[in-house]
């Protein structure tokens, strides 16, 4: 069974910075791609940043140069390091896997119950 879950959400001060973290486990780790997804209040899901099973990641434009996306193989761990933060980026933080064939198509199996990141002016 596959398990995903989150820490190191907090609430921080503009310009402060986070990590957070994704314990995984139930799957094939090296073969599956992972990500980052974001839920403000009243606003759909989004994506932040993904990493394929190649080490190839992409990043939401308005977090580019400020959030970096991670893995430790060892650890069978995700991170996502998150620098300057601003009060948009006030969000549940979920992490996901699965093949990345279910990443290109939306239809993502695999998700964390997520962590909360707040960020005040």
């Known amino acids: 069974q596959v398990q995903l879950v989150e820490s190191g959400g907090g609430s921080v001060q503009a310009g402060g910075s986070l990590r957070l973290s994704c314990a995984a486990s139930?799957?094939?780790?090296?073969?599956?791609?992972m990500g980052w997804f974001r839920q403000a209040p009243g606003k759909a899901r989004e994506g932040v940043a993904t990493?394929?099973?190649?080490?190839?990641?992409n990043y939401a434009d308005s977090v580019k140069g400020r959030l970096n996306i991670s893995k430790d193989n060892a650890k069978n761990g995700l991170y996502l390091q998150m620098n300057n933060l601003k009060p948009e980026d006030t969000a549940m933080y979920y992490c996901?896997?699965?093949?990345?064939?279910?990443?290109?198509?939306?239809?993502?199996?695999?998700w964390g119950k997520g962590t909360q990141v707040t960020v005040s002016s």
């Open positions: 990493r394929d099973n190649h080490g190839k990641t």
């Open positions: 139930g799957y094939n780790y090296g073969s599956h791609c």
């Open positions: 996901a896997a699965d093949l990345c064939s279910y990443f290109s198509s939306g239809g993502i199996r695999y």
